[in-house]
Structures are given as C-alpha cells and as structure tokens.
C-alpha cells in the first residue's frame, strides 16, 4: 500500500513538470519547419552558415538579422524617403563598425595564434560542410540581402571560433578578460547601430531577447 | 577539405579524463569534431595544436584519427612535400594495423629518382613525433608484385627471404623465409605480415623454407 501511496505522490509532480518544460521548448513542428528552411537555403550559393556556440555570438547573428535588414531598406530607399545624405552616413556607420569587427578579429588572431584567413575559412566552406553546420540545431543559415550584411556574418564566422579558442585555451585569463569584454562591448554597439539603421529605414525594432544581461555584463565589466 | 581521408588542422577545447574522446576544435572553421583516445597518436592537452585526418562524417558528428592509414599517407605527404612539389617521389599506399607500433608507407621514384634515399631526410623520428608515436616504415613501391612483398617485408632483411610465390587465380601470395627469421617477418602477433597484407592488397601467407 504504502508503494502504491508513493506513485500516486510522484506523479502529478512529474506530469507538471513536463508541461512545464513543453512550454519553454518550441513544439516539434515548429522546430522541423526552421530545420527544413535552413536546409532549403543552404543550398542557395550566397547562403552563409553560422554555428556561433558562444552567448554572444547568437546575440550578435540575431542583431545581424536585423541590422542586414535595415542596410538592405535604407539602401532601396535611397532619394526616396531617405535623403542621400542620410543614406551616406548610415552606410559610413555600418563601415566604421565592420571595420572594427575586422581590428577585433586581428586582436583575436593575434592572441590565439591563429589566422584566420590563412587557415581556411572558406577552404572547408563546401556545400556538404554547409549542411553539415546547418544541420545543428542552433545554427543560422542567413542568405545576406547587402554586402554591409554579408561582411558582418563572415566577420562573426572568423571571430567566434577565434574567442572559443582563447576562452578554453587561455592561459593569461587578464588578456582573455579585455578580448571577452571588448566583444561584449562591440555587441551592445551593434545593437545601438542596428536600432539606429532600422529607425532610419522605419522598420520595427525589438530588442532581442538577453540583450539585457549582455548590457548589464557590459556595464559590470567596465 | 572537410572530406574523408582529409589532413586537417585542430586544437583540443577539451579533454577530459573521463571521457573517451577529444573535443577538437578545426582550425579556422567552426566545425568541431571528436578524436577517439584510442585514436590518438599522442597524449594530447587542452590547447595542443595537430593535424589529423578525417575518420569519419555521421548524425552530424565528424571522428578525427591520428592512427588510420589515410592519416599516416598524409602525414607523410605533409612531411616529403618539398619532393612532390619537385615531382621526385609520390606516396602510393599506406596501411596499419591496430597496436603493431608502425605504418609502412609505399612511395615511387619519379624520374629515375631512389624515393627511400630521397624521402629518408624528410622522415626525421623528431619530425614524426610531432604528430604521432607510430613509426613510419617508407616501402619501395613496384609494379611487380613479387618484388614490392619483398621491399615491403622490411625490416625482414631480403636475404632470409627465400621465395615470394604469387597465385594469382586465389589473389593469395605464399612468402618462404629463413626458419629461424620466421618471427621477425611475422612481427609482434602477427603485425608485420598483417601490415604487408594490407599494404599490397592481397592474402599475404609466411612460411618457413625447406
């Protein structure tokens, strides 16, 4: 009797706790439509595929999402609802910030020893190690719509692996430390960039979810 | 390349004692892959950069080897490249066996070239040891295949082995030596003739003469 009085105790707690973790988890069609997009666009030629493993590379493939939108409208409407010269400086910003990304990734090379260019980025950038990626579940298939887009992604590709390495490997974690808050910092910047460029082109903007601890593990750091 | 066979470049993320495999990181890619413990040529610490070839691709996984044929052809290949850049030798076969200690590559003399003599100052033990605690044994390759099982059954030396019959209809080859050597080409639990077998892609069967 008292086995019986057990399982009857147990197993509401256990039904509740699945319901629970049913909600938090998107359902399964839901997750083998985004599987099926992904490998439908990783076959298009210009599609790059992202696996950024780290916290800070998802939020930064996310706010690429939206700021590769907003460069894509201000350019379409260039002399049209925007003015030309609001158009340069948009584009200028989104340069200034590419090239950032690019002094961080020597920063990041640097560090770790590792070219990044030179080791072959896109040497194993085939289309069976594109799906390969593109299979993981949390990895994004972006087809950029502008080449500021398309700069930026093949900058988050080079700069993540980059940062794995060096958190995992560091052995001088004080060096390690200012490339990890240096990269925080450049995502809250980007997110203020792409807010920027997308209330320019009058879009929407949502502000993807856990930017907030990003800004606040920012703020700590500094 | 990301395809079978492939030499590439890795850093070990992680590596914990418990489990069986290292997390390896390729270089310059944001793939990660596995190599096995037991596929390891080397003790191997988190942050130590090699090379390895690609074992194997399935569910999404890539298995790296340090101790597979493909590997040690392009290990070697890696190291005489300064040859093949010069069109003096070419790497033609490489086989091993699991715990033999050894891999026997097979390599041909282009133009007229001695590709033992040749490719010997390029097969440094220190170079090797880089990579892999295996020993790379360079084999002679020939088109008769009588002859390219003698050149393979080194360090068996050639004057204990007595005759090499081929029968071709059983794709089986029969190798006579000296009694008293009969150890020496069978190797450690049978690795030498084992390694020989693999290497000239036929039955290879060691007897004692007379």
């Known amino acids: 009797m008292s086995e019986v009085d057990v399982v009857e105790t147990v197993e509401p707690t256990e039904a509740v706790e699945v319901v629970e973790a ?15 997009r992904k490998m439908r666009d990783v076959e298009n030629p210009a599609s790059i595929v992202i696996d950024p493993r780290t916290r800070e590379g998802h939020m930064m493939v996310k706010l690429m999402f939206l700021y590769d939108r907003a460069v894509s409208a201000i350019r379409m409407k260039a002399g049209l609802s925007i003015t030309i010269d609001k158009v340069n400086e948009s584009l200028l910003q989104a340069n200034e910030f590419t090239q950032r990304l690019d002094a961080l990734t020597g920063m990041f090379s640097e560090m770790s020893g590792i070219n990044p260019y030179g080791t072959g980025t896109f040497q194993y950038e085939t289309p069976e190690a594109k799906r390969l990626l593109a299979a993981r579940p949390r990895s994004y298939v972006f087809i950029p719509q502008s080449e500021e887009g398309r700069k930026v992604a093949l900058s988050i590709k080079r700069i993540f692996p980059l940062l794995i390495h060096i958190r995992t490997t560091s052995t001088d974690f004080a060096r390690a430390g200012a490339a990890i808050t240096s990269i925080i910092q450049s995502i809250v910047d980007f997110c203020n960039l792409s807010e920027q460029l997308l209330k320019t082109a009058k879009l929407d903007y949502e502000i993807p979810k856990g930017m907030g601890a990003l800004v606040s593990a920012a703020a700590a750091n500094i | 390349m990301l395809k079978i066979g492939h030499l590439i470049p890795a850093t070990v993320i992680k590596a914990l004692p418990d489990y069986s495999a290292y997390l390896m990181a390729i270089l310059g890619t944001e793939h990660m892959a596995l190599l096995d413990r037991t596929h390891a040529g080397l003790h191997l610490r988190v942050g130590d950069n090699t090379i390895a070839s690609v074992y194997s691709i399935k569910d999404g ?40 200690g050894f891999a026997k590559i097979a390599v041909v003399g282009l133009n007229g070239c001695n590709p033992i003599a040749e490719c010997k100052p390029y097969i440094k033990p220190e170079a090797v040891r880089q990579y892999t605690n295996t020993k790379i044994t360079l084999v002679r390759y020939s088109s008769d295949i009588e002859q390219y099982v003698r050149n393979a059954f080194y360090p068996g030396h050639t004057d204990d082995l007595k005759e090499v019959i081929y029968f071709k209809e059983m794709d089986q080859i029969n190798v006579f ?16 003739v084992a390694t020989v077998s693999k290497l000239v892609g036929k039955q290879v069967y060691v007897y004692p003469a007379g």
């Open chain 2, 177 to 192: 030596v000296k009694p008293e050597r009969l150890g020496l080409f069978l190797g450690k639990g049978g690795a030498n």
């Open chain 2, 61 to 100: 996984r890539i298995h790296l080897s340090q101790k597979s044929a493909p590997f040690y052809r392009r290990l070697t290949e890696l190291l005489v490249s300064p040859l093949l850049m010069e069109e003096k030798v070419k790497v033609v076969h490489a086989a091993a066996v699991e715990g033999a």
């Open chain 1, 22 to 36: 049913n909600v938090q988890r998107r359902d399964t069609a839901t997750t083998a439509r985004i599987a099926a």
